[in-house]
């Protein structure tokens, strides 16, 4: 079975532009989440979708923004960037049964 | 508020050392704990824990959870330094949340 896979690993933007991540998930896993990852902050939680619907919300701005579509990939924008927001992003999915979750290898982010 | 808490936050040991992480928990309808290995890239699943006094096993890394005083300790004998890693703990509820902990960073010295 493929991974989790993040298109793309690498990024580099500058302040006020936008950006959007991709996730697809392991087959058959139908819930995705987006995680920010800084050495500061560690793993923090930007919320969950699962068919199409987001589920949960970590305590991030508006700018940050996700869906679902029906093929259970996910993507995350972020808009009007800022310096703040260079990290590691984090993508993870779960099938509904067991809290488990499978990470893929992450978009690192730089904002110039 | 939910929260994990993991401790130490960083630690150094040598080569053959047994080093024990530890992940206390508050979380509200918990389901599971769930402990994590992050070396330069993604986390990579380790165990997931969800009754008390129950062992988990892989090699030289153990896992158990005591659900009455709400922890978890993650022990690991005869450390590589391929065992140089940040370790992660979190813990899922049954609204599907799941907290992490910030982590351990534990370095193996040769």
């Known amino acids: 079975k493929a991974g989790v896979t993040q298109t793309p690993r690498y990024l580099i933007k500058t302040r006020g532009q936008q950006v959007t991540l991709s996730c697809s998930p392991i087959?058959?896993?139908?819930?995705v989440s987006w995680y920010q990852q800084t050495p500061g902050q560690g793993l923090q939680f930007l919320f969950e979708y699962f068919s199409e619907t987001q589920r949960n919300k970590g305590n991030f701005p508006g700018r940050f923004s996700g869906r679902q579509f029906s093929n259970s990939r996910s993507e995350m924008n972020v808009s009007t960037l800022e310096l703040g927001d260079s990290a590691l992003y984090l993508c993870?999915?779960?099938?509904?049964?067991?809290?488990?979750?499978?990470f893929g290898p992450g978009t690192r982010l730089t904002v110039l | 508020e939910d929260k994990v808490v993991q401790s130490p936050l960083s630690l150094v040991v040598h080569e053959g050392d047994t080093v024990t992480l530890n992940c206390s928990y508050e979380?509200?309808?918990?389901?599971?704990l769930l402990w994590y290995k992050q070396e330069k890239k993604a986390p990579t699943f380790l165990f997931m824990l969800t009754s008390s006094g129950i062992e988990k096993k892989s090699g030289r890394l153990s896992s158990i959870l005591d659900k009455k005083e709400l922890f978890s300790i993650l022990n690991i004998t005869a450390t590589q330094t391929g065992d140089s890693a940040v370790y992660l703990c979190?813990?899922?509820?049954?609204?599907?949340?799941?907290?992490f902990g910030k982590g351990t960073r534990l370095h193996i010295l040769p």
């Open positions: 979380v509200t309808n918990f389901r599971s």
């Open positions: 993870a999915s779960r099938s509904t049964e067991y809290n488990e979750q499978f």
């Open positions: 087959s058959g896993h139908r819930s």
């Open positions: 979190a813990v899922g509820n049954r609204d599907d949340k799941i907290i």
